[in-house]
């Protein structure tokens, strides 16, 4: 009986999703074959890049040495760590001015500010906070990253040089940006720290 009673208990603590590991993490599109139709991903990475999430770009990072006594040799920004996911997400930067996660009221485009000279954008005009990170139910128990169990969509994108470029989108009204976004689930992924002074 005792071993049924906490079997239950698990089972509803587990359905309510439950707290993940804490730590920085990178961050992956998630769409099975039974998703169709194509495209299929498998944890493809998502990267920020000029003030945006992608998928299919590279990282846009910088660092300049005369800021601060830096060795800019080790932070070469070639993927994209966060941190956070209670209630808000950050880019994961040596810039001590950080960089935030935000949703663009307008159109639901995932942004990021950018740090120093800039003024950040304040709420109501964007979205910084109502995301939740955890362990889901299903298979494999993927950390998930949702924002109010909206809709995430990834939008094909035209690019001068690159092929299979989708921007990230959370879809706040009812029509997305485009017919030919695809839904998909952002996962995060263990990441050992900071590879970048901003992004
Ligand atoms: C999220 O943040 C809230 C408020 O700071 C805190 O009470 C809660 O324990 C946090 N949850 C996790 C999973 O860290
Ligand atoms: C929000 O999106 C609109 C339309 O794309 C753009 O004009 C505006 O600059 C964006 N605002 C912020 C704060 O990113
Ligand atoms: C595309 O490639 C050209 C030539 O290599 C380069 O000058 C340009 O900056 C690239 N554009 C983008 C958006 O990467």
Redesign the pocket.
């Known amino acids: 009986m005792k071993l049924i009673i906490s079997l239950l208990s698990i089972i509803s603590l587990a359905c309510a999703g439950y707290p993940p590991p804490p730590g920085p993490w990178t961050l992956g599109a998630w769409r099975p074959p039974t998703d169709p139709p194509a495209p299929v991903w498998l944890g493809r990475a998502i990267q920020a890049n000029q003030g945006k999430l992608w998928i299919g770009k590279p990282a846009s990072s910088w660092c300049d040495p005369s800021l601060m006594s830096i060795d800019c040799s080790l932070y070469r920004g070639d993927s994209t760590v966060f941190k956070g996911g209670n209630d808000t997400v950050f880019l994961d930067v040596l810039n001590p001015n950080g960089q935030q996660i935000y949703i663009n009221k307008t159109d639901g485009a995932l942004t990021y500010t950018w740090p120093g000279m800039f003024v950040a954008p304040k709420e109501p005009e964007v979205i910084y906070t109502g995301w939740t990170r955890e362990i889901s139910v299903s298979g494999g128990a993927p950390i998930v990253l949702s924002y109010k169990n909206r809709p995430v969509l990834a939008c094909p994108t035209a690019?001068?040089?690159?092929t299979d470029v989708y921007q990230i989108f959370v879809q706040l009204n009812a029509a997305p940006p485009s017919s030919s976004c695809v839904t998909f689930q952002l996962r995060t992924y263990a990441a050992e720290g900071i590879v970048a002074w901003s992004y």
């Open positions: 690019s001068a040089n690159l």
